[in-house]
């Protein structure tokens, strides 16, 4: 929740103001798995992650990221 994909840019993810930083993990891994399923082209993620990570998350459809 509080996360989206840019209207502009779709390789920038958006806090619109309450997400956390697992929420927009997860929604980049939707949007990779996404891409995946529908073209077979992985995508790589192009930031550098600072900290711990939080437990494993939940995705939408219940895979776990």
Do not use: Q
């Not at 994909?5 to 309450?18: A, M, P, R």
């Not at 980049?28 to 711990?52: A, C, H, M, N, P």
């Amino acid at each position: 929740g509080g996360a989206m994909v840019s209207e502009k840019h779709c390789n920038f993810l958006i806090n619109t103001g309450d997400a956390t930083a697992a929420d927009i993990e997860a929604l980049g891994e939707e949007v990779r798995r996404r891409v995946r399923d529908r073209s077979g082209v992985e995508l790589s993620w192009e930031i550098k992650r600072i900290g711990r990570p939080a437990a494993r998350m939940r995705v939408k459809n219940g895979d776990h990221a």
